[in-house]
């Protein structure tokens, strides 16, 4: 067997599409360039994701990030994108949309593929919470699996995504930060 030492710090390097999903990608790079996740806990390690972004208020009121302008809980819609669309389609499960059997731009092929999560009885009302995914789904065909056309994906992993395997429940995002592109994206 091989054995792996965990590391105390690792670099993840995040590839964000915002051809595919503008509105999901501008608003995660909103929120990096904000520092919104800075020294935010892990808050899920699952099997098949690693998910955080719910804030810390304290109080439970809130279950994503409240702008500090218009003191309102920001949320945006699901957005997916159809390899045979020319823009991405928004508010509707490709189930809702009858379109289920169809493959996606930004399909949830790879291990650290990037999701936005929502609530799971209205697709509408992701705001800050996202995820990796945990589990190389190679084997199954696009838009076969249960996440593509039910969640938003926004990017993927593309450098060291073989240590989220490791990533425990209360492990910290020390930083993030947009390190090319930034200008690519127009926050509200």
């Not at 670099?11 to 360039?33: E, K, R, S």
């Not at 819609?77 to 189930?95: A, G, M, R, V």
């Not at 992993?157 to 020390?174: A, R």
Request: hydrophobic fraction near 35%; include cysteine.
């Amino acid at each position: 067997p091989i054995m792996r030492k965990k590391m105390s710090q690792v670099t993840l390097t995040l590839t964000v599409d915002g051809y595919h999903a503008p509105i999901t990608a501008g608003n995660f790079i909103d929120l990096v360039q904000r520092k919104y996740y800075d020294n935010m806990s892990i808050q899920s390690a699952e099997e098949l994701i690693v998910q955080t972004g719910k804030p810390t208020t304290g109080d439970g009121t809130t279950d994503g990030f409240v702008d500090p302008k218009t003191k309102e809980k920001r949320v945006i819609p699901l957005e997916i994108f159809y390899k045979k669309d020319k823009q991405p389609t928004y508010s509707y499960t490709s189930d809702d949309d009858m379109r289920a059997t169809e493959s996606m731009s930004l399909p949830f092929q790879a291990y650290g593929a990037l999701g936005m999560a929502h609530d799971p009885e209205d697709v509408n009302t992701a705001s800050s919470q996202f995820w990796f995914l945990k589990w190389d789904q190679a084997l199954v065909a696009p838009s076969r699996n249960t996440l593509d056309g039910s969640q938003a994906c926004f990017g993927y992993v593309t450098k060291n995504q073989d240590v989220l395997k490791q990533v425990s429940k209360g492990d910290t995002i020390i930083s993030m930060k947009v390190v090319q592109g930034a200008e690519n994206f127009f926050a509200k």
